[in-house]
């Protein structure tokens, strides 16, 4: 835009200004996608992030597009927000330290308290301690919210390696497996519990332009939040 803009072909037009008809064309275009998996806002996709609504993976966007929003996924902020308004006590988890700590703040401006404990739900070990050191911190764990999730740039099948699709899986199905397992046992051991598996159109449907990684483990999330 900025090479556009020094040659004149956006006169009396800043910057800003003359980006804003592609961003409004972009947003059409994505709430166009988003609409085919029943999705009407583009905030209620992973945390509003457009880029990655597209494809691309957090380094890229920022790299390429610096300032873009990219945080913890709106679904399960939006969650734990809703819940520690009804008064629970609410934990939230995530693999990076900068983003629960920016969310605990922001909740923490807006009068709610969400407590902070940074997990990777690919790693089993570091998934059952998480639930140990909750449930000693705050008490026997009662409602889990299993909403981590992630795809890779190539993803389909021209580009996939087994890296990827093993990436994919590890986060997006045995990290909710993993999370659902740590927690059972002492929601049957005090007859209470409720667990809540987000998971995607393409667990119910085949979309194309999710990939094959994605759509497998979104799938295999429906028979696992059946059984």
């Not at 709106?74 to 819940?83: E, F, S």
């Not at 059952?128 to 909750?134: P, T, Y």
């Given at each position: 835009f900025q090479a556009r803009l020094d040659r004149g072909l956006y006169p009396g037009l800043a910057l800003r200004a003359a980006c804003l008809p592609y961003k409004t064309g972009l947003e059409a275009g994505l709430l166009k996608t988003?609409?085919?998996?029943?999705?009407?806002?583009?905030?209620?996709?992973?945390?509003?992030?457009?880029?990655?609504?597209?494809?691309?993976?957090?380094?890229?966007?920022?790299?390429?597009?610096?300032?873009?929003?990219?945080?913890?996924?709106?679904?399960?902020?939006?969650?734990?927000?809703?819940?520690?308004?009804?008064?629970a006590v609410v934990v939230i988890s995530g693999r990076r330290s900068a983003e629960i700590e920016t969310a605990v703040a922001a909740a923490k401006a807006d009068g709610l308290t969400l407590h902070g404990l940074a997990t990777d739900v690919s790693d089993a070990a570091q998934v059952?301690?998480?639930?140990?050191?909750?449930a000693a911190q705050h008490g026997p764990i009662s409602i889990l919210v299993c909403s981590a999730g992630t795809n890779v740039p190539n993803r389909f099948l021209n580009k996939l390696t087994p890296a990827d699709f093993g990436k994919v899986i590890d986060i997006n199905l045995k990290g909710v497996a993993q999370c659902v397992m740590s927690v059972l046992p002492g929601m049957r051991a005090q007859a209470n519990g409720v667990i809540v598996v987000v998971s995607s159109w393409a667990g119910r449907e085949f979309l194309p332009f999710t990939g094959m990684a994605y759509n497998s483990a979104k799938a295999a999330l429906t028979m696992l939040a059946r059984s």
């Open positions: 988003l609409a085919r998996k029943g999705i009407s806002v583009i905030s209620a996709y992973r945390g509003g992030c457009e880029f990655e609504v597209l494809g691309l993976s957090r380094a890229l966007t920022a790299e390429f597009f610096p300032g873009a929003p990219s945080r913890i996924s709106g679904i399960g902020l939006a969650a734990a927000r809703a819940l520690a308004k009804e008064g059952e301690r998480s639930a140990q050191q909750i």
